[in-house]
């Protein structure tokens, strides 16, 4: 008999997004045969209803609206919750971009509030997406010019989310996490997912960065990692995947450029 304790709640921030979409759908399937209770946070649940018709009817499964910036909806989401999944993020070269910022810090404040509050509380596991530029492992099989390349095209998001790990990385009184460091994010059927320590491909599929992140977040040993990184089994496709690359380079570039004179 399944009992409340045997239950693995899991709190979500980013399910509307690409990659949070995947593991919903992964998680929800998962829902049928095993203890799992989900609790979503959005800030359009009517975008969520389109994405996943039906899913605010389901016994499992929780949602909480609002700013992300609102730790009352933050700790609403969080609460109970042994871990927690953030595919929060911007792709775009958006000067002054702090999503990632304002989620850590809802996210931290929200825990604070929690175990002064919680008789018996614990501290939760966070999957949390972040990038293989931002894992001096994998970064350094990179030639250092396109390296630089990439962190400057993408300028303003690495900003963003070098500051919002750095603070959750310090919680560690709140907190344990493991970063998810995928290198470039592809929209294209899966190949199947590798996680590994010690490299990543070119690229991953939403697919299976999605399934990569329902692996870890159900299976207690990825806790023991501080950061992995995920590729798509047929991720190292270079003339494949080349011209999305450099499109993407070339308007972060140049949106670089645009808030340096501007
Ligand atoms: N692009 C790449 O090649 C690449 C490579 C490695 C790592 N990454 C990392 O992947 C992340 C992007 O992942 P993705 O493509 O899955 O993202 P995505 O599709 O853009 O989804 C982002 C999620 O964040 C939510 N969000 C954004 N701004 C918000 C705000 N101000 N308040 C509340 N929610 C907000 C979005 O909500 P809505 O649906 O309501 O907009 C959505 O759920 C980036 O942060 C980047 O660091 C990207």
Same mark, same amino acid.
Request: proline content about 6%; cysteine-free.
């Given at each position: 008999m399944v009992t409340p304790a045997d239950t693995r709640t899991i709190a979500i921030f980013g399910a509307t997004g690409q990659t949070g979409r995947v593991i919903v759908r992964h998680l929800l399937a998962q829902?049928?045969?095993?203890?799992?209770?989900?609790?979503?946070?959005?800030? +359009?649940?009517?975008?969520l209803f389109t994405l996943c018709p039906g899913i605010d009817t389901k016994p499992h499964v929780q949602i909480f609206q609002g700013a992300l910036?609102?730790?009352?909806?933050?700790?609403? *989401?969080?609460?109970?919750?042994?871990?927690?999944?953030?595919?929060?993020?911007?792709?775009?070269?958006?000067?002054?971009?702090?999503?990632?910022? +304002?989620?850590?810090?809802?996210?931290?404040?929200?825990?604070e509030d929690l175990k002064a509050q919680q008789k018996g509380w614990q501290k939760p596991h966070v999957f949390y997406l972040s990038s293989s530029t931002y894992n001096a492992r994998f970064?350094?099989?990179?030639?250092?010019?396109?390296?630089?390349?990439?962190?400057t095209?993408?300028?303003? %998001?690495?900003? +963003?989310?070098?500051?919002?790990?750095?603070?959750?990385?310090?919680? *560690?009184?709140?907190?344990?996490? *493991?970063?998810?460091?995928?290198?470039?994010?592809?929209?294209?059927?899966?190949?199947?997912?590798?996680?590994s320590t010690e490299s990543v491909r070119l690229a991953v599929s939403y697919e299976d960065l999605g399934a990569a992140f329902m692996e870890m977040v159900l299976e207690d040993r990825y806790q023991e990692l501080l950061?992995?990184?995920?590729?798509?089994?047929?991720?190292?496709? %270079?003339?494949?995947?080349?011209?999305?690359?450099?499109?993407?380079?070339f308007w972060g570039m140049l949106a670089h450029i645009k808030s340096l004179v501007f």
């Open positions: 829902a049928e045969s095993r203890p799992l209770q989900l609790q979503i946070y959005v800030r +359009d649940r009517a975008k910036t609102d730790v009352e909806v933050a700790k609403s *989401t969080l609460s109970g919750a042994q871990i927690i999944v953030s595919t929060l993020g911007e792709n775009d070269n958006v000067p002054g971009v702090r999503v990632l910022q +304002d989620g850590a810090n809802s996210i931290i404040a929200a825990l970064a350094a099989e990179r030639p250092p010019f396109v390296h630089w390349l990439i962190k095209a993408f300028s303003h %998001p690495y900003a +963003d989310l070098a500051k919002a790990q750095a603070r959750l990385l310090e919680s *560690t009184s709140l907190l344990s996490i *493991t970063l998810i460091q995928p290198p470039v994010l592809i929209e294209e059927e899966g190949t199947g997912h590798e996680i950061a992995v990184g995920v590729s798509s089994k047929l991720g190292d496709r %270079p003339a494949r995947y080349a011209p999305e690359i450099f499109r993407r380079i």
